[in-house]
């Protein structure tokens, strides 16, 4: 079992963070203890690929999220869960990256600031590509494509997001603590 120390004070990295922040070599950033157990491949039935895309260490995670400090927050609480991530901040953007990046999960924004993450919905659900779905919005409120995945609340802790993760891709294994 692998086991990483993180401390409750929080560091930033003077490099640039790209669109799929992975572990290459930096450390997260620091907030609480955790013993990481790396989670094994799941095969992606859109692509077809069997190997993990992160190199054994997680998911690809694609977060559709426009608002700029919740993503770089989630992609961050992400990596501390072992997994890398593909940003998007808009439909069109998440579509292109569903292609490109063949993501094992997604976390879904429901409201992206003039329209909803419903088309992306969609086409995961085609595609069986499980999601967790994130809102700040009355679960009423959901659209129909996100109904029957596991929700967040708006804000939300990196227990509740390893919890959805677990309910939206049962078996794939999670953080020992």
Not at 42 to 62: F, W
Not at 96 to 105: G, Q, R, S, W
Not at 139 to 146: G, I, Q
Request: proline fraction near 7%; hydrophobic fraction near 40%.
């Amino acid at each position: 079992m692998a086991a990483m120390s993180v401390s409750s004070s929080a560091t930033r990295s003077s490099k640039p963070r790209t669109s799929c922040p992975s572990w290459d070599g930096e450390e997260p950033p620091r907030r609480t203890s955790y013993k990481l157990r790396l989670l094994r491949p799941v095969a992606h039935t859109a692509c077809g690929s069997v190997e993990c895309p992160t190199g054994g260490r997680g998911m690809q995670i694609l977060l559709v999220e426009d608002d700029k400090e919740v993503a770089e927050s989630v992609a961050d609480a992400l990596a501390v869960l072992g997994h890398s991530v593909s940003h998007a901040s808009s439909v069109v953007e998440a579509l292109k990256l569903i292609d490109v990046t063949c993501p094992n999960a997604a976390v879904l924004d429901v409201d992206l600031g003039g329209g909803t993450s419903a088309d992306v919905a969609s086409v995961l659900n085609e595609r069986s590509i499980p999601f967790v779905v994130a809102t700040g919005q009355a679960k009423a409120d959901t659209p129909l494509e996100m109904l029957g995945k596991p929700h967040l609340r708006k804000p939300y802790l990196i227990d509740d997001l390893e919890r959805a993760l677990d309910l939206a891709c049962p078996g794939v294994g999670s953080i020992g603590r």
